[in-house]
């Protein structure tokens, strides 16, 4: 479509996996990044006009930024003609899509992905596929750097390297087929006693974020920060403001719906989400 290649630097999770996905289809990147996005907001990234920027806070840099945060269009003001943005989109992803010309354009790419990144994006999950995730609900899930299966270190596949060999799969097979791919990365000596480890996250509900003790004055890299009210199944959670200690390992991520005027909150974290973990998202065995 272009001769000129770019670099994208987007999240490690499953919107900017199908981020990937839609600039490869179109050969318009040579290089991907994994960053975080208060180091974004803190300059630490080098953009350059050969960077193509997928759900991160806004750098003037960069060749094309791509975001549908409402929160980046009142902390960026005056022209930004290289700011795509939609702030009712869903996903990333799906301002790519769109902006690209749609089906038209990735004519390979399945309606089921699309629709699945727009629902992972914006947390719109049932009660069945938070306890019982499948599909690409469970992809998205172990995508997700907040998931904690980064500081594992006993996977034939290293989280990052799984990171981007699912961008290549994805582009060509079915959920099923990465399924079977994923399977494949715990195949080593000593993965049944990883297996086991995890046993616990099915055993014990994480109901109530105020269990987990609060801890004061850690990056906001290492924390999530939450302060609103959500549910659990049938049960509403104050969770308060108080934020998560990334030293406790908590292995739970608690997701509600984001807010219509949701955004990247000051710290970095993405509003309308509590996460517990805190494992920075470039985190690579």
Known sequence: MSQSKFRLVTRSDFDGLVCAVLLKELDLIDDIKFVHPKDMQDGRI??????????????????LAFDHHESETIRNTGERPNHIISAHAPSAARVVYDYYGGAAAFPKVSDEMMQAVDKADSAQFSHDEILHPAGWVLLNYLMDSRTGLGRFREFRVSNYQLMM?????????????????LRQRAQKPGGAGLAQRGNHLRRQPFHDLRAVPAVQHLDPRDVG???AKHRVGHRQVDSG?????????????????????????????????????????????
Do not use: E, F, M
């Open 165 to 181: 060999d699912l961008i290549d799969y994805c582009r060509s097979h079915g959920i099923d087929d990465a399924d079977r791919a």
């Open 46 to 63: 080098d953009i350059t006009s050969r960077d193509i920027t997928t759900n991160l806070p806004y750098v003037a840099a960069a060749h």
């Open 225 to 227: 920060c939450a302060k």
């Open 241 to 285: 403001s108080q934020q998560q200690n990334q030293c406790g390992r908590a292995d739970a991520a608690i997701r509600w719906r984001r807010p219509q005027c949701g955004g990247h909150l000051p710290g970095g974290q993405p509003a309308g989400r509590a996460s517990v973990d805190g494992l920075d998202p470039t985190d690579q065995p």
